[in-house]
């Protein structure tokens, strides 16, 4: 996709991967860039406009929808790892985790799906892992998380194609 004169949101945008993401479309042309975290306050790119989103919070992210209409890609980068185990572990953590790592990629998805539509089609991008493919001690929620973010990934890119 050429990026330049895009619009782009980037959820998790306030350190790591999703600043560094934020960042790089600011110097290669994007015409805006929508940085966004649960706490806007720790957005401290210059040149970005910040918005407050917890992904995990439908509200929010119908909020963000509606604040940032003209968005032509949506980066899904926001996640959490709780360090959980699925078999000995917290329920109540492996659930919080695919809220986020799943379910609030795709609410994101389903939020800006028509806004996407109408300006062109553009494109989203779902930051996964290679813990998609597999897991390791301490960590499987969130290979359960992941795997499934992918799963989701392959349906949505199928339902969205007509779209462009």
Not at 74 to 101: F, K, P, Q
């Amino acid at each position: 996709m050429d990026i330049t004169n895009s619009v782009a949101l980037v959820t998790g945008a306030n350190r790591g991967l999703g600043r560094a993401f934020a960042q790089r479309l600011l110097e290669r042309g994007a015409r805006k860039v929508y940085a966004s975290a649960r706490r806007p306050g720790t957005v401290d790119l210059p040149g970005v406009e910040v918005l407050p989103l917890d992904i995990a919070d439908p509200a929010s992210v119908r909020a963000a929808a509606e604040a940032a209409p003209d968005v032509s890609l949506l980066i899904n980068n926001a996640g959490i790892s709780t360090g959980t185990d699925l078999v000995t572990g917290s329920l109540d953590a492996v659930r919080h985790e695919l809220e986020t790592n799943m379910f609030g990629h795709l609410g994101m998805i389903r939020e800006f799906a028509p806004a996407l539509a109408g300006n062109g089609g553009g494109a989203i991008v779902n930051v996964l892992s290679a813990m998609s493919w597999f897991g390791g001690k301490g960590a499987n929620a969130y290979h359960l998380t992941k795997a499934a973010a992918w799963a989701m990934t392959n349906g949505v890119r199928l339902e969205l194609a007509e779209q462009g």
